[in-house]
């Protein structure tokens, strides 16, 4: 489900519906839920039509843009969702939903700029709204785009924020350039060091050890005024 960055004035949700019984597609509402149309034109029917996520374009409110994820591959819709059109079809061979996941720009009505990552797809980079991709060479996954930042004197951005691991460690990093370069936030957690085991406690002499101790000193006592004079 997901509902419009204007929802408080458009008052738009959509929900995917389950392809067996629904044959499929998304349901739209624009009066708050209280009635509901479907909208699959161009979207597949029966279990390929799975909606899986749906994401609208920050500017939806000027360019009526939707995406959604379904088995098939990512779909998008320029008319508020009444048709929809397949940009990443799933690859020859590959099993039903090897698209796993797919992000919008918080900054798309500038940059036009979608993520998405499959298991045979890889890392793809789009900035033209989805017509065209290329490959991301790098191992990160993008999981999370921030909100888009300005700094002092420079040029606005977008944060995207990813991940990657080994046998060992979790790693997440940064990218201010759409994921082409990344920079690691943190090192990688290391085991806590084994404490160093303290010294075992003295051992506290028996009663008859100290009587003998006792009389050695007091001997030793002797001898020495015995020396003295």
């Known amino acids: 489900m997901a509902l419009s960055p204007d929802y408080g004035d458009d008052h738009t949700i959509l929900i995917g519906i389950a392809g067996y019984h629904w044959n499929g597609g998304i349901l739209k509402s624009t009066d708050n839920g209280r009635t509901w149309q479907p909208s699959r034109e161009g979207l597949p029917w029966g279990a390929d039509g799975v909606t899986r996520d749906i994401a609208f374009s920050p500017g939806y409110a000027e360019d009526h843009t939707v995406f959604c994820l379904s088995w098939q591959g990512l779909y998008k819709s320029t008319d508020d969702g009444t048709t929809w059109q397949r940009l990443a079809p799933v690859p020859d061979g590959a099993p039903w939903g090897s698209i796993e996941q797919f992000l919008v720009s918080p900054r798309y009505p500038r940059d036009q700029t979608v993520w998405l990552r499959g298991d045979r797809e890889g890392q793809l980079l789009s900035t033209d709204g989805g017509t065209t991709w ?10 999370a785009v921030a909100e888009a930042y300005c700094p002092q004197g420079g040029d606005c951005g977008v944060e995207l924020f990813g991940y990657t691991w080994d046998s060992e ?10 994921g082409m370069t990344w920079h ?3 090192s990688a957690v290391t085991p806590m060091p084994t404490p160093t085991p303290p010294p075992p406690a003295p051992e506290i002499p028996e009663a008859s050890t100290l009587s003998l101790l ?3 000193l007091a001997g030793l006592a002797g001898y020495l005024r015995r020396y003295r004079r």
């Open 184 to 186: 690691c936030l943190e």
């Open 134 to 143: 290329r490959q991301m060479s790098h191992t990160v996954q993008p999981i």
């Open 169 to 178: 460690h979790d790693y997440v990093y940064k990218s201010f350039d759409g």
């Open 214 to 216: 006792a009389g050695g």
